[in-house]
């Protein structure tokens, strides 16, 4: 392909970029493909010659297309959204076009600066403190990855990375039991454990965590010759939202000089709205390490993670390595590739400031308070229904409810919704019941979008009764 056809092909991809997003409404949520349709469909064996691109596109729209769930649907109602907004759509399509690799300074400057100021703008924008730095990961569960690393090298006094964690006997790390699994998988990758990462009973309408039981848990560690190494916290938790009260936790934490990380991968958007931060945001300044996504709420594309370190030092003295090769020469200079796991690293910052330029804070904030709003009212309507209940209550815009019936009858539910194709959601448990979690969070849902959901759950609902 030549820059001819690949500006031709370009403006092509554009167009049907545009038309697609314009079709969604009238498509089904969720593919609606069986098991192995579309890999019988692919040639089983690589192609000796190239083919023309038209053929090719030709074949995306007819045995790709079928087989995607379409996140930027406006009734997407599953999970956690992964947002784009056509703005960081488009600054993505420049970054792909550069292709720079942006490991250091050096190797594109513009990047490392773009992304010290985003970082920054976010900062503000989340009500955090002065002198918090940070770095974009490439999710929550690297950012998550890195401060459990550094929980574990602070509490080894930096001694993990290079001696093994033989005779260290057993690190310890807490959290309550509404964690993403993503600090579950944090702390196999670590070394640390499963059998160490102590999980806390979460307690209350909110499903915070017992900080009585945590400084007991962390009592009987010490009496019992473990070493504590660190709490995560969580704003937000992707279950039922389980959020934490935050300032008893560093309480603790400080009595008992463990690290601290915060995980508000989605509710931390929800921060750039002011009246949200003394419910949810309380003392967040006192933590180490916060990491929120603005892929998930604020419409940056996938993938797009902050975090936030308010001493960025334990880090480094973690993960920075600096082979010959990678040191740069003349003045000191940020080089975020040794904040992070991952040496190499793609120009993620362009995209939030596309983003951020083109709606404003004020612009994201009330798509925010919208959605917010909308959970609260669709809840009381599915609580209105008869023999429905909310198993959990709204927090920001997620919650839960359940038909009557048993747990198979929930899954019955939401799979019947889901074949339906007019919205997808998804289950989840509390306390060993199964539950239908809701949550509003698509960039251009509209009310009438939210809203439908009830007349579709109701439908269902008595089709398979």
């Not at 040639?43 to 030709?58: K, R, S, T």
Request: glycine share 8%; charged share 20%.
């Amino acid at each position: 392909m030549d820059w001819d056809e690949f500006a031709h092909w370009g403006k092509h991809i554009s167009e049907w970029g545009a038309q697609y997003h314009k079709a969604l409404p009238d498509t089904p949520v969720r593919a609606q493909t069986a098991l192995g349709d579309i890999a019988a469909q692919l040639n089983q064996v690589p192609p000796e010659n190239g083919e023309d691109m038209a053929a090719i596109l030709e074949d995306f729209e007819t045995i790709v297309m079928p087989g995607m769930t379409h996140w930027q649907h406006p009734r997407f109602f599953a999970y956690f959204p992964a947002n784009a907004a056509p703005p960081s759509m488009l600054a993505e399509q420049l970054v792909n076009t550069v292709a720079a690799q942006c490991m250091l300074w050096q190797t594109s400057p513009a990047a490392t600066e773009v992304e010290g100021v985003m970082v920054d703008w976010l900062r503000q924008a989340l009500g955090l403190a002065d002198g918090f730095t940070g770095v974009i990961q490439d999710s929550a569960s690297s950012a998550t990855l890195s401060a459990v690393l550094t929980m574990r090298e602070r509490a080894t006094g930096y001694t993990g990375n290079k001696d093994g964690l033989s005779n260290k006997g057993h690190l310890r790390v807490y959290c309550s039991d509404q964690v993403h699994s993503s600090i579950d998988r944090a702390c196999w990758v670590s070394g640390i454990g499963q059998a160490n990462l102590v999980k806390i009973p979460a307690i209350g309408p909110r499903f915070e965590m017992d900080v009585d039981a945590l400084q007991q848990a962390i009592a009987d560690d010490l009496k019992a010759g473990h070493t504590p190494a660190g709490i995560i916290a969580i704003t937000g938790g992707t279950g039922v939202g389980g959020s934490d009260t935050l300032g008893p936790i560093l309480a603790v934490a400080k009595e008992h000089d463990l690290y601290t990380h915060l995980d508000a991968a989605w509710a931390g958007s929800a921060m750039i709205c002011p009246e949200f931060r003394d419910e949810f945001w309380q003392d967040v300044d006192g933590f180490d390490s916060i990491v929120f996504n603005p892929h998930k709420w604020l419409g940056a594309q996938f993938d797009c993670s902050i975090q936030f370190l308010r001493d960025a030092t334990p880090q480094l003295n973690t993960l920075k390595i600096e082979p010959e090769y990678l040191k740069t020469t003349g003045a000191p200079v940020t080089n975020y590739s040794e904040w992070t796991i991952p040496l190499g690293r793609r120009f993620r910052a362009l995209k939030i400031w596309f983003l951020l330029r083109s709606y404003g804070l004020e612009g994201l904030r009330q798509r925010i308070r919208n959605h917010v709003a909308w959970a609260g009212e669709l809840c009381e309507e599915i609580r209105a229904m008869d023999g429905f209940e909310i198993a959990s209550e709204p927090i920001l815009s997620l919650f839960s409810f359940r038909c009557p019936g048993d747990d198979a009858t929930q899954q019955s539910l939401v799979d019947a919704l889901n074949d339906d194709g007019r919205i997808y959601l998804t289950q989840g448990e509390i306390q060993g019941r199964k539950v239908i979690r809701f949550q509003v969070g698509q960039f251009d849902t509209t009310r009438d979008d939210v809203m439908m959901a009830k007349t579709v759950i109701q439908d269902i609902w008595e089709k398979i009764q």
